[in-house]
């Protein structure tokens, strides 16, 4: 017997669970995605095509957050979209 009441067995004691839902960082994480998928799918092709770096900045911003969380990722693909011109330029991994 699993409840307070003698009568009610396990099978019918129901659980007070929370859903399970994402953390913060996770929904920051999971945000940015989103926000850097509309980039990708809404800004101009000449901007999106200026970048002189390979991978993309995009895709650079993308594996960053992927790899050291919102804020981290944030800050390093904010510093290479400012690098983003000549002269620089060439391969770059988070």
């Known amino acids: 017997m699993?409840?307070?009441?003698?009568?009610t067995p396990c099978s019918a004691v129901k659980l007070n669970?929370?859903?399970t839902l994402l953390s913060?960082?996770?929904?920051l994480i999971s945000a940015s995605?989103?926000?850097?998928?509309?980039?990708?799918?809404?800004?101009p092709v000449r901007l999106r095509e200026a970048c002189v770096y390979e991978?993309?900045?995009?895709e650079y911003g993308l594996r960053a957050i992927r790899k050291h969380g919102a804020v981290?990722?944030?800050?390093?693909?904010?510093?290479r979209i400012i690098r983003c011109r000549q002269?620089?330029?060439?391969?770059?991994?988070?």
């Not at 981290?72 to 510093?79: D, K, P, Q, T, V």
């Not at 002269?87 to 988070?94: Q, V």
Request: net charge positive; glycine share 10%.
């Open 2 to 7: 699993c409840s307070r009441v003698a009568s």
């Open 17 to 19: 669970r929370r859903p």
């Open 24 to 27: 913060r960082s996770d929904a």
């Open 33 to 43: 995605e989103q926000l850097i998928g509309v980039y990708r799918r809404y800004a």
């Open 55 to 58: 991978p993309s900045c995009s």
């Open 72 to 79: 981290r990722g944030w800050s390093m693909a904010l510093r």
């Open 87 to 94: 002269p620089n330029g060439g391969i770059d991994e988070p």
